[in-house]
């Protein structure tokens, strides 16, 4: 289990401690203007995905650095902490279907944070709203005269 940081207020995500909002990791950087930071569950999935398109219309593969997030436009970019370490990655599918978990991370994310042999667990995400990307509307043309 991963201890929350000294001074952090514990309960409300399933096999680990939830900080207060305002206590920032020590290895974090600064976030930017308008960005928001959360300690939330978080697990990963890999293998048995490789191949298979995400909902947000890319190809899963061994090499991809992506998340699932329910609600978050794809595109959104989210940059992750944990253990001291920090990846970015963009948020390609939605999930994660398990209950008590927000943050569904590809096994090329979670190695790059050392989380693959933890599983699952609270972690720092950070979002920008400046970073969240969605793509163009498709325009549609009629032939109506």
């Known amino acids: 289990m991963i201890a929350a940081p000294a001074g952090a207020q514990?309960?409300?995500?399933?096999?680990?401690?939830?900080?207060?909002p305002m206590v920032q990791?020590?290895?974090s950087p600064a976030p930017a203007p308008g960005s928001w930071t959360v300690y939330k569950a978080a697990t990963w999935y890999g293998p048995g995905f490789w191949g298979r398109q995400t909902a947000c219309g890319t190809t899963l593969t061994k090499t991809t650095?992506?998340?699932?997030?329910?609600?978050?436009?794809?595109?959104t970019q989210v940059t992750f902490t944990h253990l001291g370490l920090s990846v970015s990655a963009t948020v390609i599918d939605r999930g994660p279907h398990r209950k008590g978990y927000t943050w569904d991370l590809t096994k090329k994310t979670a190695k790059r944070l050392g989380f693959l042999t933890v599983g699952s667990g609270p972690i720092y995400a950070t979002v920008t709203p400046a970073a969240i990307t969605t793509p163009p509307p498709t325009t549609t043309t009629s032939s109506a005269l």
């Open 10 to 20: 514990t309960g409300g995500v399933p096999g680990g401690t939830t900080p207060d």
């Open 25 to 27: 990791p020590a290895t």
């Open 65 to 75: 650095l992506g998340v699932a997030h329910r609600r978050l436009p794809c595109g």
